[in-house]
């Protein structure tokens, strides 16, 4: 499940599946951006866009699953998850 697939999920949906608004998802995201910008960055561009990364941590969150459980969910390894 990705954040494609997600964001046309209805709000009410949205919030019951990752425990937030989608107003709150694009502030957060807004202000990951903006920390990831003015951090240098080397070695191979991830996996997953910065919506997934942001909409995996707020499932971890909220199930509180193990990484190996989130890692085989969004197809990357459990130390990426992590």
């Not at 997600?6 to 957060?28: A, H, I, W």
């Not at 919506?51 to 459980?69: P, S």
Request: proline share 4%.
């Amino acid at each position: 499940m990705t954040y494609e697939q997600v964001k046309s999920l209805k709000p009410e949906d949205f919030k019951r599946l990752c425990g937030v608004r989608p107003e709150t998802f694009n502030q957060m995201l807004k202000i990951v951006r903006s920390q990831k910008e003015t951090k240098q960055k080397t070695g191979r561009p991830g996996k997953l866009s910065m919506e997934d990364q942001l909409l995996m941590t707020l499932e971890y969150w909220r199930e509180y699953r193990t990484y190996f459980h989130i890692g085989q969910t969004w197809g990357v390894n459990e130390s990426t998850a992590s």
